[in-house]
């Protein structure tokens, strides 16, 4: 830069003409004060300044035919490099064609510099060409004004350089904005010489020896006097802060990371609530899965904009002091309630000094960047008040974005709300958004939603560690809003900001600019552009406008919507862009997944329909308004506290225990086989009890079918697994309003995935707790749930009693079963379901369904029940039988879920889904999209196999939104479960009430339930009997909801049903001494579980590094039903103890003994060989994770005498490698020497950072995991263990697998690629023996993947690891008992 500086002191003098020097000097004053981005338009008059900007080599120029584009191609540069971009035009129109992109430049406030050329003087207003007048062509849009004389050697060549330092100075203070100087030039244009005198050049000698501009522009620091008097300004602004009641922090555009960081800080610091425009780069915000706490610590209302469709919550939520960071909000529905809020205190924070208060609202207008506001706000503190307030803002924000959210997803045509919810997949950290006017900006800041991503490094963990937000940088032209331009300030945004940039536009806003498009094939640096344009074939944001409910169609479609035909696919075709139209959901996800790694520019083009999407959004209003008032009507009816934490927390759970009960059933269950040698038929279960700290107590039931692929023992593990977690567990508010709350409790409280918890056990669970919180607030189930307020009067009487559905098991002869379904008729049953397809002949079954509806008449509704038991083609040939019967539906007709659809096209039967839906617990909504046929009628939920009533009420939901019945269905439970799923029944006609209200549809009839299992009962669980009976009033067979209210809150057990009641287990906690060669240990033990008689049915736990025995503990409970159960810390951990011969004499344990002691794996094998022989005489299965796998594995190839069986829990056999070996020793040598220099909590810290704890990291109970590492009472013996037991010093033992004869199960986490990796080669080397018999070598070992977890697998998903070791260890016990000879 220099040697060219020096050089211009030569070339001035060379320029031919004045023209091309006055040129070169601005050219080269810009590229010093960093403006080297230059946008130009052709044309004659500027060519000097042309000709001098692209033969500059510090300057990236670009040019477009059409100056209006450019312009705006200049402002999204400027948008996205937060410097200038440099303007060259010609004279004339081409100078006013800049007037759009200069007013948006000035409304928001962006610098750019326009070098307008021009004729000289004495041409104007004489009729020369392409002259008008142009000075102050653009009025108050620019800061600054100055028309140049056209070039002369008679004026200092300074003034050129003095006067463009003053330009760029106006354009980047505040208020940054455009300015615009006037450039005249004489003839010649070209480079044709002209005589000028180098006069002109005096006093640029200094200049031209440098590489500085000429005139330096110096912010002077505030002094201290004024730093003072600013603190006394703001003294009023901090006094109203700090006695703030009800804050909002609104956050507006920010536009570079020190100001999310600012921020984010100021969020985290005062606890107010955030609203965060779309602009501000937060709304999209994307959450390192690592750090959940932070979005619990700062509470963002994405969709407050919607709750406020609430008249109940705008009256309610009323703010007192309102902080909006950064000018201008997106949503015009949060601007109306600061309105409302008035008169409350309304802090303005930003960095330009002009009025954005278009409410007249704001208190207090500050000045000030972001980042100095913050760090003034920081130093005070702030009281955290109203949380009660804030927990029903959490509340109502979760529900009605989780409406959202259903309302999109269960809608599977490809809607414009879709789009805004789905694009922030597509953006990751290295790419930005650009997002037009209109509709585009309103639908993505309504729609869009943050994300939770696990794809960061320990740099990002490092680097993050305060706030792990991945922000999203979000830009539009939203200071005059315009829609022209867009797609050339997106493509200067790409250029500007270096960034893969996804624009999204509307048709209009597309073909408004499509000159723009040109631009796009310059070369230039910047990364590609995905432009999504939402075709609706014109102006949709006027279908949502007033304007459309009172104008005729005819004069809204040609002057407001002004709907085209315009192929957007044949223009790209002309610019040479790539193009793709999507039309469904799958088509967009493709498109933008394909786009991520095409590597080129490209067009997504989604297909719209301006009436679809004005339906689809004003329904979608209705249930957001809904669901805000559902959500505050629930949360009203409790006496919440002001001072309650931001869970929630209604009390906490005393204790939980359960019952075995056994009842008699009068017949077998129609969900098995007949068994005609059984004369004695039996239900069995589980009485969940949950005690609150106030007495309160609720009942659940867990009922399992064997069926199903659980089964009591199943069931019974996870209950005691959940009564040592539910002890202490504070139940929140926020559970009875379902739609996710009670996967989130589940998850958050109780560290478990909910997908995990057996359906059953999840039924019984979220019964208990709803009836508990019910009875604290004297309340019931169904108002909990419905609050009485939201139902008015009509839909009131369908909320009494619930209309059931018979139940026949039709295996008898046809008039048989009529004969039966007459009786029922005459009892008030109105619908009947009849089990089929028992008999192997589907034809006797059409005969009994024939006989049926010729005997009960065409009033009653038939429905039958195939249970999966036909072939396609027998399904069909009862269909055929049947299709004059009128049958309400057919339920499960055929094997195969892949031929439902077919069936029902082909049979033109309607039909039911039950066994098709029983595997939808985890993402129940995708998996139903494809049965949204009108062929399925019905959806039959059985509570107690879909996982409980979250589960079941969004399935339901979902088959109602869609026009179909959503049939509540028993499974043979008893009157404690009948008695809830009544009162779930009348829920869910409630609910299916509302929506039809909502979205104009007749109300049908109350829906038969299939609760008809009640007459099996033969006798119940509860002394007060269930009321299912004849009503009089309707001459029905109805349930009563205030019948099963009241068994629910009083309910009196049945003690003669009861076979066992079983509390958590308590510990046995002691300590074994155990001398090996050269020491003595004392280890730690931790016992639950019999000392029954078979001596070897014991499973022997072992931790990892850094670990203890007490985390085995919840694992230890569940399992001790079966097993003898214990748990050590050992040798180096936790209470364990080590302690030499010598100083054992000397009665002194000192650590110079402790260095002495040896703790290899061959060591400490021995010392577990003699624990176990103090335990039992006979064997132990041994469970050992990581370090403890390691050990297990050893102990099961080394002495088999004492191990019946070992269960690898993300375990390695060794380092096979010599290198690797000695590098992995020199590694753990260094980190023993570190934990004992810096200490155990410094060594944690950085443990933990690992690629390996990446999943765990993302655990809710990260925190109190790692806190219970602190827990060693001998750090230098813990640093021992590491060192000497580190896999580096081990000898490697994947040639022993070849010679394992100890049964191996081999457990893994679906994350935990390393050790999935060592699994398989594991399994390999057990396979394959020296003797090649591979048969008897399967036998032996056995690989578990334990899904939604990584390394850390008994702590991040401890429930399928319970079952595997146990079914491992039945297994094991059986090979032992069928073998006696294995035991030695």
């Known amino acids: ?354 009025r954005h208060d278009p409410s007249h609202s704001v208190t207090h207008r500050i000045q000030s960047t972001i980042v100095q506001f913050v760090d003034f706000l920081l130093k005070v503190q702030v009281p955290h008040r109203s949380s009660k307030w804030c927990s029903f803002l959490r509340a109502l924000d979760m529900m009605v974005a ?41 639908d993505v800041d309504m729609y869009g939603r943050n994300w939770t991503t696990c794809t960061h490094t320990v740099a990002d963990i490092m680097l993050n560690s305060e706030f792990q937000h991945q922000w999203i940088r979000v830009a539009g032209n939203r200071g005059a809003s315009g829609i022209d331009g867009l797609l050339s300030t997106a493509i200067g945004f790409a250029v500007g900001c270096n960034k893969h940039v996804l624009c999204v536009v509307g048709d209009i806003s597309f073909l408004h600019d499509t000159n723009g498009l040109a631009i796009l094939k310059q070369r230039m640096k910047r990364k590609p552009i995905l432009m999504l344009v939402i075709n609706n074939h014109g102006g949709a944001i006027f279908s949502l406008l007033p304007i459309a409910d009172r104008t005729e169609p005819r004069i809204l479609d040609q002057y407001f919507y002004t709907t085209h035909n315009i192929s957007i696919q044949n223009l790209c075709l002309a610019h040479g862009l790539n193009h793709v ?78 019952s075995l009960y056994r009842i008699q059933l009068c017949a077998p269950p129609t969900s098995s086989y007949i068994d005609h040698n059984r004369s004695r038929f039996c239900r069995e279960g589980f009485i969940l009890s949950l005690y609150l700290e106030d007495g309160s107590v609720g009942y659940g039931e867990v009922a399992p079918l064997e069926i199903h692929k659980e089964n009591l023992l199943d069931a019974e593990e996870q209950l005691r697994f959940l009564l040592h977690f539910m002890t202490g567990a504070k139940i929140s508010y926020f559970l009875p309003l379902l739609k996710g709350s009670f996967s989130s409790w589940i998850w958050s409280t109780l560290g478990i995935p909910a997908c995990e918890i057996f359906p059953s056990v999840r039924c019984g669970l979220e019964m208990a707790i709803l009836n508990a919180i019910a009875v604290k607030h004297g309340s019931s189930v169904l108002n909990i749930l419905y609050p009485l307020t939201e139902i008015d009067e009509e839909i009131s009487k369908r909320s009494t009693s619930i209309k059931i559905c018979a139940l026949i098991d039709s295996n008898k002869s046809p008039v048989e079963v009529a004969s039966i379904a007459t009786t029922l008729v005459e009892e008030g049953f109105t619908a009947i379901k009849l089990k089929v397809a028992r008999r192997a002949d589907p034809i006797k079954d059409a005969e009994v369904i024939q006989e049926v509806r010729k005997k009960v008449g065409h009033r009653i509704e038939l429905r039958v029940d195939a249970n999966r038991n036909w072939t396609y083609q027998e399904a069909l040939e009862f269909g055929f039988l049947v299709k004059d019967c009128d049958l309400q539906y057919i339920e499960e007709p055929v094997q195969s879920e892949e031929d439902i659809i077919k069936y029902c096209e082909e049979s033109g039967l309607p039909v039911a889904l039950d066994e098709t839906i029983d595997k939808f617990q985890k993402d129940p909504l995708n998996m139903l999209e494809k049965y949204a046929h009108p062929g399925i009628v019905a959806i039959v939920i059985k509570p107690s196999v879909i996982g409980g009533f979250e589960n079941a009420g969004l399935i339901a939901r979902w088959a109602q939104r869609h026009g179909k019945m959503a049939v509540v269905s028993a499974a043979f439970e008893s009157g404690l479960g009948l008695s809830a799923y009544i009162i779930f029944s009348s829920y869910l006609e409630l609910q299916n009430a509302y929506l039809c209200k909502v979205m104009n549809r007749e109300l049908c009839p109350p829906v038969a339930q299939g609760l008809g299992t009640y007459q099996w009962l033969k006798e119940d669980v509860t002394t007060d009997p269930i009321s299912i009976c004849h009503n009089s009033c309707s001459g029905f067979v109805e349930a009563s909801v205030a019948k099963a209210t009241h068994i629910l809150q ?127 005489p006979g064997k132990v299965t041994l469970v050992g994770y990581s370090m403890g796998a390691r050990i297990a594995l050893y102990m099961a190839l080394r002495f088999s005498d004492k191990i019946k069986g070992t269960v690898i829990i993300s375990g390695s056999p060794g380092l096979r490698d010599n290198i690797a070996r000695k590098i992995r020793r020199a590694e753990d040598d260094s980190r023993a020497c570190s934990l004992v220099t810096h200490g155990l909590q410094v060594f944690l810290d950085t443990w933990y950072t690992g690629e390996l704890w990446e999943s765990l990291r993302s655990h809710p109970h990260f925190n109190r995991i790692v806190a219970s590492r602190l827990l060693h009472e001998d750090v230098q ?33 679906e994350k935990d690629k390393k050790f999935k990796s060592i699994a398989e080669k594991m399994c390999y080397e057990l396979s394959h023996d020296e003797k090649g018999s591979d048969d008897l070598r399967n036998q032996i070992y056995e690989m578990v993947e334990i899904p939604n977890c990584g390394h850390a697998v008994h702590l991040e998903n401890p429930l399928p690891v319970i079952r595997a070791v146990r079914q491992f260890l039945t297994r094991v016990n059986q090979n032992s008992t069928s073998n006696p000879e294995s035991n030695g």
């Open 1 to 354: 830069m220099l040697d060219n500086a020096i050089g211009m002191n030569y070339s001035l003098g060379d320029h031919v003409n004045i023209n091309a020097v006055w040129a070169s000097l601005l050219i080269e004053e810009c590229s010093r004060l960093g403006l080297t981005y230059f946008c130009i338009a052709p044309g004659s008059r500027s060519s000097p300044l042309a000709v001098a900007a692209s033969t500059h080599p510090l300057i990236t120029c670009i040019a477009c035919y059409d100056e209006r584009s450019l312009a705006f191609h200049a402002l999204g540069y400027a948008r996205g490099s937060h410097r200038p971009a440099v303007i060259i035009t010609s004279s004339g129109t081409a100078v006013s064609n800049l007037l759009p992109a200069v007013v948006e430049a000035s409304q928001d406030f962006v610098p750019v510099l326009l070098l307008t050329a021009d004729r000289p003087p004495e041409l104007l207003d004489a009729g020369a060409n392409q002259a008008i007048n142009q000075v102050n062509h653009f009025g108050s849009f620019v800061r600054f004004f100055f028309s140049l004389p056209a070039p002369t050697d008679q004026i200092p060549a300074r003034m050129i350089l003095t006067t463009l330092d003053s330009a760029v100075h106006w354009a980047t203070s505040s208020p940054y904005g455009p300015v615009h100087i006037n450039c005249p030039f004489r003839e010649p244009l070209d480079n044709s010489p002209k005589h000028w005198m180098s006069s002109c050049l005096k006093g640029l000698d200094i200049w031209t020896s440098s590489i500085e501009p000429f005139t330096k522009y110096i912010q002077v620091q505030h002094s201290h006097a004024c730093k003072s008097y600013t603190y006394g300004q703001m003294a009023e602004v901090l006094e109203l802060v700090q006695g703030v009641n009800k804050g909002l922090l609104l956050v507006g555009a920010v536009h570079n990371e020190d100001e999310i960081w600012a921020v984010l800080h100021l969020a985290r610091h005062i606890r107010w609530p955030v609203v965060a425009d779309i602009l501000s780069g937060l709304r999209l915000r994307k959450l390192l899965a690592s750090f959940l706490e932070t979005e619990q610590n700062i509470l963002f209302l994405d969709h407050l904009d919607h709750a406020l469709l609430s008249e109940s919550v705008k009256d309610w939520i009323q703010f007192d002091v309102i902080i909006q960071i950064g000018s201008r909000i997106t949503s015009k529905r949060i601007s109306q309630m600061i309105e409302e809020c008035f008169p409350c205190t309304y802090i303005l924070v930003d960095n330009h000094p002009c």
């Open 402 to 442: 989780s409406e959202i959210s259903f309302q999109i997803c269960a809608d599977y045509s490809l809607t414009e709300p879709h789009v805004a919810h789905e694009l922030s997949r597509a953006l990751t950290s290295n790419s930005a958004l650009f997002v037009g006017n209109s509709m585009a900006v309103r």
């Open 581 to 658: 139209q999507v039309k469904t959901k799958v088509e967009l996800e493709e498109a933008l997944s394909m786009s991520q790694h095409l590597g080129t520019d490209r067009v997504i083009e989604v297909e719209s329909c301006i009436d679809a999407n004005a339906t689809f959004h004003s329904m979608l209003r209705k249930f957001a308004r809904q669901s805000a008032d559902h959500t505050l009507n629930v949360l009203s009816q409790f006496s919440v506290p002001d001072t309650i934490s931001c869970s929630l927390s209604i009390c906490k759970i005393c204790r939980m225990e359960y």
């Open 1050 to 1176: 009083n309910l009196q057990i049945n003690n003669d049903v009861i076979c066992k009641t079983s509390m958590e287990e308590q510990v046995l906690r002691y300590q074994l001494n155990v001398n090996s060669k050269d020491f003595c240990s004392f280890i730690k033990v931790q016992e639950i579980g019999q000392r029954i008689d078979i001596q070897d049915n014991i499973l022997l736990f072992l931790h990892g590094f850094l670990g203890t025995g007490e985390e085995w503990i919840p694992i230890m409970k569940a399992i001790s039903g079966s097993a003898r159960c214990i748990s050590i810390d050992l040798p180096g951990h936790g209470g364990s103890k080590m302690q030499n011969h010598v100083a054992k004499a000397m009665q002194e344990i000192t650590t110079k003994a402790t260095q002495e002691i040896t703790l290899s794996i061959d060591v400490i094998a021995d010392v577990l060989y003699k624990l176990i022989e103090q335990i039992t």
């Open 1277 to 1309: 013996s813990l640093s021992k263990a590491l060192s000497d037991l580190s896999v580096g010093r081990q000898p490697p033992l994947w040639e022993d697998l070849k010679l394992c004869s100890t049964p191996l199960l081999i457990v893994v986490g």
